[in-house]
């Protein structure tokens, strides 16, 4: 782990991680990396990830196009832990080899923003936690009127990450993005502001 600054970036569904993100880029000149851009990117036409889900789950978990049906194969991990896990176990090492790279390339401040950070294990890649931080039923009706999804659905995301609280415990740094975003860029300015943040 070199000395340079490497924050994980991580939350729950929905609870606002890709605007700390951008606020973070924008005013500060991070280098952002995303786990779920990297995962996409993992499940690209003719990835090696993407003929494993395939060899699984047949030919029907693809749109007309080749691209992943990411919908369908929605329906079939968040309703069964074990696939979900598996499929995880496929993408997990790819998203965590990019982000290595990107920390070797990068020349600032990094920041990974990684929703699973504890659950896949990558806490090792960082130098802080920042965990972003609303109330359960803001989170719900965020992931509803963003994804479109109905309350059982949104729920049984939520429900599939480790708890929000859970990742409070653990973390370095809590934004609280329950209104205001005044309030959490307030936080970040504070922290950064700090000489030593132990």
């Known amino acids: 782990m070199s000395q340079r600054r490497v924050i994980g970036l991580t939350g729950g569904i929905a609870t606002g991680k890709t605007t700390v993100a951008n606020f973070l880029v924008q005013t500060y000149g991070f280098a952002i990396f995303d786990a779920d851009v990297f995962a996409r990117e993992a499940v690209a036409p003719g990835s090696p990830v993407l003929q494993q889900i395939v060899d699984r789950y047949g030919r029907e978990?693809?749109?007309?196009?080749?691209?992943?049906?990411?919908?369908?194969?929605g329906q079939i991990v968040f309703k069964d832990p074990s696939e979900r896990?598996?499929?995880?176990?496929?993408?997990?090492?790819?998203v965590r080899r990019r982000f290595v790279e990107g920390i070797q390339q990068a020349n600032s401040t990094v920041v990974l923003v990684v929703p699973l950070l504890f659950e896949a294990e990558m806490t090792d890649l960082v130098s802080e936690i920042w965990v972003v931080f609303c109330p359960l039923d803001r989170q719900l009706e965020r992931l509803q009127q963003r994804n479109?999804?109905?309350?059982?659905?949104?729920?049984?995301?939520?429900?599939a990450q480790m708890p929000l609280e859970q990742k409070c415990q653990r973390a370095n740094l809590i934004l609280d993005n329950s209104g205001d975003r005044t309030v959490w860029q307030h936080q970040i300015r504070s922290w950064l502001e700090e000489p030593i943040n132990g």
């Open 61 to 73: 978990i693809l749109l007309l196009d080749g691209q992943l049906d990411r919908s369908r194969l």
């Open 148 to 159: 479109g999804y109905r309350e059982a659905d949104a729920r049984s995301r939520i429900e």
């Open 85 to 94: 896990r598996w499929l995880e176990a496929q993408i997990h090492p790819d």
